[in-house]
């Protein structure tokens, strides 16, 4: 295939370097954007005068047609054009002959990759936007079931004090709320159109910018035609949101693997998300859980490929930037493959809510509440925090527990205690009390609930600054 740029070269080159150079095996992924591009690009040249009318309709037909026939898997890609933009210029010249030769008029392949990177990369922001919608569904759904579901609440993975399910899914709501916050911010930041920026100094047709970006979209072009072509800061952005995404995804995940474990019993993986062991019959693995806390390294990865490959690069596009692509690929596909399987995993899990209640009831979870009860009674905190302590040491060298002690036994450790104590370290009034706005009583949590049904129907995805 005939390369773009012949004319200042006379010796061949070499095989291995013009493959080592080559991006297409990658880069046609971006083959409808460069499309959208191309198509956008003609249709303001003509505007501008710098392509006749006929030129231009011959030009957008070839186009169209190129578009329907790889469509339609009429045309392969020939990956042996150095890029996507090397095919659809040739494959466009060999359809309509001389004219398709002035399709790259006032463009250069900086201008046109970075275009077809933006185009393509904000599909991708509003997709992951949208998964995460789905799964925020699944969690909210969980929430208004579990308003009553008791279970422990740990710090430092110790049980700490009872609180619900819906609470305990309630965080990562909030998380994944804000991951969808970073995906419109990003979006608005990035809503530029580069294309006119030329190979780095704009150009001297007499291009309109605005028209241009307008067609495609974008809230106006950039303002800058060095940056344009080397700005790789919505893709680092980007790749930042999704290790974020994944880091939340690994911690559920990793909740979830301990929940499903044999020793809590607290959930059950659907079969669809589980897998067996070839040797131990007995096993059911969670192993979606697993990967997806695994994959979360791959993502951070990226991020971090992309951040070391842009941190010597002087103005304006250097071939360095090639690499963007095939790692932030990845990264936005791995997020996407997670983000539906969670979600698939999460709505079908079961919970098992006795062995739940019965843990939130195991470990001590109400100290802090019999400790509170004392100072209803008008102990100073510290002391009862003291006596308390006492207590928990008593009922551990009994094995026993707080509510299991007769008023006699607790009135040896304080006279403060009166038949009222065991309904306030009742597990249900452990969670009920808890009213302050973002705590897991149920009245605040009907609350909190239902802002976010009002979030998750109304909120659509800011498109516009
Ligand atoms: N394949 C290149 C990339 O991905 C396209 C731009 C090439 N420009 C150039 N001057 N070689 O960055």
New binding site residues.
Partial sequence: MAQLWGGRFVGETDKMAYEFNA?IGF?KRLFEEDIEGSIAHVTMLARQGILTEAERDSILQGLSGIRDDVRAGRLAVDETC??I?SFVEACLIGRIGDVGKKLHTGR???D??ALDMRLYTRKRVRQTDGLLKELLSVILATMEEHLETCMPGFTHLQKAQPITLAHHYGAYFEMFRRDRQRMADIYMRMNYCPLGAG?LAGTTYPLDREYTAALMGFAGPTRNSMDSVSDRDYLIEFLSALATVMMHLSRFSEEIIIWNSNEYQFVEIDDAYSTGSSIMPQKKNPDIAELVRGKTGRVYGALMSLLTTMKGLPLA?N?D??E??ELSFDAMDTVHDCLILFTGMLRTMRFKKERMADSAMKGFTNATDAADYLVGKGVPFRDAHGIVGRLVLYCVERGTSIEKLSLEELRKISDQFQEDIYDAVSLKTCVEKRLTLGAPGTEVMKQVIAEYRAYLEHDVFRKAP
């Fill in positions: 991006s880069d150095e890029d933009h250069s392949r900086n046109q990759v190979a596009y071939k930037m090639q963007d692509k």
